[in-house]
């Protein structure tokens, strides 16, 4: 179930109306529980059982931990949650991807190799590293295990930000679960409205950018060079307008059934520095990964090249659970090593100049992202670089998305971003709102298009 296609709108208007009419909290929890199991069912119901199996070792897990004194239980615990949670992702998303690197080995060696076909389950990378993130709290003292099971089961399995986050932590979301909300108008229009605009992102832009991202990806050497270099932005358009988009619908969406979520997206294209740039783009995984991860690898704490090291390990990493490609891999690298060489440099350079190279840089990243493999992406580079002939194509729905994205950016740097926000006590927010409803039904392209983050 996709939160474009209408079975969605039909699953949460009858969620949000069930939840809003029981005034008991366990209720409305468990109410939220089963469409919860029932949303992720929609797409395969067989892999339910991992959701299970990562919430019931977790919850046993931090219980226990949190009741032990001593220190080596409570370790040994910790690396329970850690290899089991870690072995189902490496298991479904790693297998296939190191067998297919090995295969060559294999070959020369004259054993046979073949990969185990397994099925990506949606949504595994983003409840992970959720469900990590409370055994770890519990072990760092830093959070109290909750009692309830169905609380934690709902942390694990909420529908809004189940399948592509935002990776929302327990200590944000768990003390949330343990009370009852009030009903409250102007939040509820409030998620309306981010829902909307998170609609139109995802169908009205990230689609039509990625209508010119697919051809011109499927086969960039026929392409003039300005050709490939419009498309290489069109995709930057394309994952931001899709991701963010859908952080605002689920953001949206949690806001409406009473809750809070943390932000995930902002402006990341202002950046002027590439710390700048992870500080606004997914900026849940970001702090996730700092805190679980540079900062227990030492941080900055053990000296310049240890900081430099632990910089390229985490954005390797954060590459590698981003896609199990070595595309992905060396596109965490070139992060990494932008994040070194920024603070090895001391040089006061001017801010256009800075905003100039992070755009570069975050560009030349979104080649590899987007490129299926080496070869599509040395392509790229090469017909951009050279500016080969080729055909010239320049879709007008395609610039004209490129041309929101940058007046979006700029207009947000202004007293226009206010306004951007749709207040309820506004006269022109409703003709807005009644606008985006009817450009999404009359403009949408036909059939419609996966997240991009659902691959991840």
Not at 202 to 208: E, I, Q, S, Y
Request: positive net charge.
């Amino acid at each position: 179930m996709i939160f474009t296609q209408a079975e969605f709108l039909i699953f949460f208007l009858v969620v949000l109306a069930a939840v809003w009419s029981t005034k008991n909290r366990i209720t409305r929890n468990v109410i939220l529980l089963v469409a919860s199991y029932y949303f992720y069912a929609y797409w395969d119901y067989r892999f339910c059982g991992l959701l299970i199996l990562s919430t019931a070792v977790d919850f046993i897990v931090a219980k226990w931990m949190y009741r032990s004194e001593n220190d080596a239980v409570r370790k040994s615990l910790l690396a329970t949650s850690v290899i089991v949670n870690l072995g189902v992702l490496a298991y479904f998303k790693y297998a296939d991807f190191f067998i297919e690197s090995a295969r060559q080995i294999f070959d020369n060696a004259g054993l046979g190799s073949g990969s185990l076909g397994l099925i990506l389950p949606v949504g595994i990378s983003f409840y992970t590293f959720q469900t990590l993130s409370y055994t770890i709290d519990v072990y760092r003292q830093k959070l109290a295990p909750t009692n309830s099971i169905i609380d934690f089961a709902l942390y694990v399995a909420f529908f809004p930000q189940l399948v592509a986050g935002p990776i929302v932590r327990a200590r944000e979301l768990l003390p949330q679960l343990s009370a009852m909300p009030g009903f409250s108008r102007r939040r509820c229009y409030g998620g309306f409205q981010q829902m909307l605009r998170g609609a139109v992102k995802k169908v009205l832009l990230a689609d039509r950018l990625g209508e010119m991202v697919d051809v011109v990806f499927a086969g960039p050497e026929i392409y003039h060079g300005a050709t490939v270099a419009i498309a290489v932005v069109a995709y930057a358009g394309q994952i931001y307008y899709d991701f963010s988009g859908y952080s605002d619908i689920a953001i949206g969406a949690a806001k409406m059934l009473g809750y809070r979520f943390p932000v995930n997206f902002r402006h990341p294209y202002l950046a002027t520095s590439m710390a700048d740039f992870w500080h606004r783009w997914h900026m849940t995984l970001s702090r996730w990964l700092r805190d679980y991860l540079y900062i227990p690898l030492g941080g900055s704490r053990a000296g310049t090249w240890a900081t430099y090291r632990n910089l390229m390990i985490t954005m390797t990493l954060g590459g590698l659970w981003h896609g199990a490609a070595w595309t992905f891999v060396l596109w965490g690298m070139l992060h990494g090593m932008a994040l070194a060489i920024e603070r090895a440099t001391v040089i006061r350079l001017p801010k256009l100049f800075r905003w100039l190279c992070v755009l570069t840089i975050v560009l030349t990243g979104w080649v590899l992202f987007r490129s299926p493999d080496f070869a599509t992406a040395m392509s790229v580079y090469r017909q951009v670089l050279t500016m080969a002939d080729g055909i010239l194509w320049l879709p007008p729905l395609a610039i004209a998305a490129i041309g929101c994205l940058a007046m979006e950016h700029l207009a947000w740097r202004t007293r226009l971003r206010r306004a951007m926000r749709l207040p309820a006590d506004r006269w022109y927010s409703p003709i807005a709102i009644a606008i985006m409803i009817w450009c999404l039904i009359l403009y949408a392209p036909q059939g419609f298009r996966p997240f991009v983050y659902f691959q991840f």
